[in-house]
Nanobody
């Protein structure tokens, strides 16, 4: 069964950290660029980060709002992409999704991303 499964969300205080995982099953994640997106209640979906495939140097991209705080990475042995989130702020609160694309060219827009996970909730609150 082809699936993308996000995990690692939760509730943290401002300044805290979380690591989200995007695990692929039934296909090889490193054949695709992987994007992380988030959507807060009442807001449009926002591109957070994207990582190209390893043979394209695995170049990474970040939204300005998370640059310097979030890090995207791959573990191809585990068929998983991670999003390390540090120095979390209340405005980072959202459901976070990972999705596949052929590249990161359209990032931070989401229209190139064809296969999505179910999302994981991140809540940052004191």
């Amino acid at each position: 069964q082809v699936q993308l499964v996000e995990s690692g969300g939760g509730s943290v205080q401002p300044g805290g950290s979380l690591r989200l995982s995007c695990a692929g099953s039934g296909f090889t994640l490193d054949n695709y660029a992987i994007g992380w997106f988030r959507q807060a209640p009442g807001k449009e979906r926002e591109g957070v980060s994207c990582i190209r495939i390893s043979t394209s140097d695995g170049t990474t991209y970040y939204a300005n709002s998370v640059k310097g705080r979030f890090t995207i990475s791959r573990d191809n042995a585990k068929n998983t992409v991670y999003l390390q989130m540090n120095s979390l702020k209340p405005e980072d609160t959202a459901v976070y999704y990972c999705a596949t694309a052929w590249g990161c060219n359209s990032f931070p827009r989401s229209f190139d991303y064809s296969f999505w996970g179910q999302g994981t909730q991140v809540t940052v609150s004191s």
